[in-house]
Structure formats: C-alpha cells, structure tokens
C-alpha cells in the first residue's frame, strides 16, 4: 500500500498537477465563503474543464475544489453569522459569539486546524478501510435510514435553548415547510395552492440563509447606526489558541470527526446533518453545555471537524462501491465516468494509479487549505473592523445572487425574502432557527425512507422493530431523549434545593 501511495504521490507532485490542485482549492475556498455558492457549483462549474486532462490531473482540481469548498464555509460562519454551505451551520452557533468577544483569531485557528485534522482523519479511513466499510453501509436499507433520521431528530431537545416545547415546535415548522412540492415517491403534489413554482418546493440554500442570514440583517436593522461605535478588537498570534487548549479537545474532536465520517458513509445524509449532530453530541457531553452558543471553543471544534471528516466518508462508498454519497461526489463520478473509469468493487484493482492519485491529491489539498487559510486569516478578520452599514447591504447583495444562482429562477430569491421573515418572526417569540433547519433537512429524508421501508414490508411496521440495526438506533434515540428529560429534571430540582423549595 505505502508504495502504491508512494506513485499516488510522486503523480500528483508535479508543477502542473500541484498547480491544478492550489487553484482548486483557492476557487473553492472562494465559492465555500459566499453565501449561496457551494462546492456543488465549484464541481460542477470546472467539470467540464476536466473533460481535456488526464484523469489524474481532472482528480487533483476537482478534489481541490471539494476539499476548499466544504472548508471555505467556516468564513462567513465565524466572521458574519452567515453559513457559507449547509456544511458550516453549526460554525456560526459559537463561532460567531467568539469573533464577537474579540475572538475572532482563537476561533479561525480552531477552526482551521481542527478542519485539517478531521479532513486528515477521514482520508487515512478512506485509504485504509474504504472496501470494508462500504460493504457495511450497503447493509443500511429505508429501515436502517428511517430508524437513523428518528434519532437525529430527538437531538433537537439539545438544540432547543430553554424551551423544548418551542424546539418541537420549530422543529414542526420545518418539517412542514419541507413538505411543500412533489411528494417524494408518487410525486402528488402537496401545499402547492396552484403555484407552479412551488412544485419542486423550497431548496435548502435560500432556506438556510434566510433563516440564518436575513433574520439577522432585519434584526440588526432594529438599532440605530453609530458610526463612533467601538470597533470590536482581535489579537492573533500563531493560530490563537495554547497547546494545552489544543489538547483539551481531544475527545471531543475524534468524536465529532467518528460522527462526520459515519454520516459521510451513508448516502444522502451529507456534512449538512454532520455537524449538526456533531454540535448537538459535543454539547450534550459537555460539562458546561450552558456555554454552547455563547462563544465555547468546544462547538467550534465540534462543527468543523465533523463536516470536513464527512468528505472523506462520502468518498467511501463512491470509490468502493460506484453509489455518490452527496451532491459533490455525485459530480465527482462524473468526472470519472467521462474519462470512462467506473468506481466499484474493481476501481481498488483495476485503476490503482487513478485510486492512489486521488488518495495523495486529498492529502496536498487538505494541507493546501490549511496553509490558505492561516495565510488569509489576518486578512478575513478585518471584515470585522468594516461598519455594519456598509458590509451588511454588500452581503445581502450576494445572498440574493447566490440564492438566484441556485436554479437560476426569481422564485429562489423571493423563498430567501419569506424564510427570513419568518425567521426574524422566531427569533421575535423566542423559538430557536437550529431545529427548523433539523427538521427542513431531516423531514424528508424521514418521509422517503419510511415510505420506500413500508413499500419493502408491504405495509408491515413489524420489520422497522426487529432489524437489528433499526432497533439499535430506536433504542440510542430512546436513551438520548430520558437523558435529557432526566437531565432537566435534575437541573429543576437542583434550582430548588438551591432557592431553598421556594
């Protein structure tokens, strides 16, 4: 194995194959840091570039553009509040409070190294046990998918800040809203009211940053402008944060990374729900889970080590079996079937120099994209010393662009209008944005996979409790939901034996 990845190397270390891979990993560092260009579009917009290279060489760009795509995210979510791809959601939770606090370089530095490593993480799985592994998620049917949805979704009684009810309540909302357009299955129409434009529903992109971004732009336009405000203060030094800080997230980064590279391998799911559950896990682990969403070091590492570990457990059922385990890889299988190499079974046998290229090529762009961003990270925290009112109308523009670039149609841009309405609504009752997004993005996956398994049962609800692999996550999502009801109740009763029974 170390000599052919010894060739995978000495392939890709050249000055034109080293320079496909820098370029890919600065353009999707770019389209990862705007809001509404992801590395989807990055893949897609270079693909049919590849077409004229080796295929070695094709490899190298594009996997450069996914690894800068899925990492440039974290800009935008730390400096602006603003997820840069659904892969950075969780970034904002506390690495926003962090740049707020004058933290800004201590945030950047965590999550910059702590994305290396869990991209690192996920390529050593990659190249050691990518067969086995993949054979084991072939293993996951509807069932399996619907029993692993369910118990995704009881993490939003840890993502519901004070009350669960209102996170039950949100989580509905979301849910609801996934449902509107062509069921998954029969394609019957639903919650349409005769809108054409609403029949492939709401996309996630516009969804995510209006949530996210234009509730907080009408939130922010509530005070007045102050020009003489105090501009918030950042000091980096090195990657901002001691040895001994670095070390204390140890658990809690090869955990994240296990839960990002684990939802990788399972098709469909994406880095999208990773870091979410990612953060939802850290935080109910955690000693002081009062501290998530105010700044902890803790929810930053969470985040950005499990969503960038998601890239190479995406790539394992790709390459070992041919199946694409989000939207990016499906592009990347793309990329290889027209230079006419079909990933599967025989891809380790059969195209070893192509195998252990792309191998080396994940290598160089991961550390590509950490020497980038410590470069820019001086750079991109100056964003923070430009007023509001001049930085807020520019990203606003290109939230517009990037939502309308999604498909090309207006109907995207009037989407992110309303979801940030309704956002900045939430935000005014007091429910939490984090379990609509969960719901927004978990609702259907549930919806399909409960109605494919009652389709492979014939409408039998027997089998969804005897599969061993269902009734294990019905039990983990059993255990999570009475320790957090035990948690609470022990926190009440600890109030009041504090306020003394009154």
Not at 213 to 218: D, M, N, Q, R, T
Not at 267 to 289: D, E, F, L, R, V
Not at 332 to 337: C, Q
Not at 371 to 397: A, E, N, Y
């Amino acid at each position: 194995m170390l000599e052919m990845l010894s060739a995978g190397f000495s392939e890709m270390l050249t000055i034109y194959t080293m320079s496909l891979i820098f370029i890919g990993v600065a353009m999707g560092l770019v389209f990862g840091s705007i809001p509404g260009l992801t590395a989807t579009m990055a893949v897609a917009i270079c693909l049919p570039i590849t077409f004229t290279m080796s295929p070695s060489d094709g490899m190298a760009l594009l996997m450069g553009l996914y690894i800068g795509g899925v990492s440039g995210g974290l800009i935008p979510a730390i400096l602006l509040k603003l997820p840069g791809t659904p892969s950075s959601i969780s970034s904002t939770f506390d690495g926003y409070p962090m740049a707020q606090k004058g933290q800004a370089g201590k945030a950047f530095g965590l999550a910059i190294v702590f994305s290396f490593l869990g991209g690192l993480l996920s390529i050593a799985t990659l190249i050691l046990i990518a067969p086995p592994l993949a054979q084991f998620a072939v293993r996951f049917g509807p069932i399996e998918y619907f029993a692993i949805t369910v118990f995704a979704l009881t993490l939003i009684s840890s993502l519901s800040d004070g009350s669960i009810v209102k996170g039950i309540l949100a989580a509905l909302i979301g849910i609801s809203l996934a449902m509107v357009g062509s069921a998954p299955i029969d394609a019957f129409p639903r919650f349409t009211f005769g809108m054409n434009a609403l029949d492939a529903g709401f996309n996630l992109l516009p969804a995510l940053i209006g949530l996210f971004a234009i509730s907080e732009f009408l939130k922010t336009s509530e005070s007045k402008v102050n020009p003489l405000v105090k501009k918030i203060s950042y000091k980096i030094k090195g990657f901002g944060f001691s040895v001994a800080e670095f070390f204390k997230q140890g658990w809690n980064f090869f955990r994240s990374a296990f839960i990002g590279i684990a939802i990788g391998i399972l098709p469909g799911i994406g880095g999208g729900t990773a870091n979410i559950i990612a953060y939802a896990t850290a935080k109910n682990q955690s000693k002081h889970p009062e501290e998530f969403g105010k700044g902890t070091p803790e929810g930053v590492v969470a985040s950005e080590s499990s969503n960038n570990a998601a890239v190479g457990g995406a790539l394992v059922p790709l390459m070992a079996l041919g199946i694409p385990g989000d939207t990016v890889t499906a592009m990347l299988l793309g990329g290889l079937v027209i230079h006419g190499i079909q990933p599967g079974p025989l891809f380790f046998t059969s195209n070893t120099d192509i195998v252990y290229g792309i191998f080396a090529a994940l290598i160089i762009a991961n550390i590509a994209m950490l020497v980038f961003l410590f470069l820019g990270m001086r750079f991109f925290v100056k964003l923070l010393s430009i007023p509001k009112h001049i930085l807020l109308p520019i990203i606003l523009v290109l939230c517009v662009v990037g939502a309308f670039g999604v498909n090309n149609r207006l109907f995207d841009v009037w989407a992110l209008l309303f979801f940030g309405v309704l956002g900045y609504l939430l935000i005014k009752l007091k429910f939490p944005l984090t379990p609509v997004i969960l719901g927004f993005i978990l609702g259907p996956i549930a919806e399909t996979n409960l109605r494919r398994g009652l389709m492979q049962t014939q409408g039998d609800f027997l089998p969804f409790f005897t599969e061993p692999i269902a009734v294990f996550f019905f039990g983990v999502a059993i255990v999570s939901v009475g320790l957090k009801i035990w948690k609470n109740h022990r926190k009440k009763q600890t109030e009041i034996n504090i306020s003394g029974g009154v």
